[in-house]
């Protein structure tokens, strides 16, 4: 995945558990050493590299997905009704 912020020529990958990124030229080859940002233990995507599971926002933070607690079929789904709505009322209010 590229970082958002165009400027950085930046590109993002998963190598296992790791998150890395490669500063790429205008050739398409990496430049520098490739650096290793964290770890951890994430879920992969669907056969393990078929296509990226996470996301990088324009500040540089990542999100990520870790891998569901092991605990059984999952019997409930909670759907939120009308959270636009109070999340505009809060923002006015000033309330976290």
Do not use: C
């Not at 590109?11 to 080859?29: E, K």
């Not at 951890?40 to 590299?49: E, F, N, Q, S």
């Amino acid at each position: 995945m590229w970082n958002p912020d165009s400027t950085k020529r930046e590109l993002f990958y998963r190598n296992g558990q790791d998150m890395m990124a490669a500063h790429i030229d205008d050739q398409g080859s990496a430049v520098g050493k490739v650096q290793k940002l964290f770890s951890g233990p994430y879920a992969t995507a669907a056969g393990g590299y078929a296509r990226a599971n996470y996301d990088v926002f324009p500040d540089g933070s990542f999100l990520m997905l870790k891998p569901a607690a092991q605990h059984g079929p999952l019997t409930q789904i909670n759907v939120v009704l009308g959270w636009s709505d109070e999340l505009t009322r809060r923002a006015r209010a000033g309330q976290p």
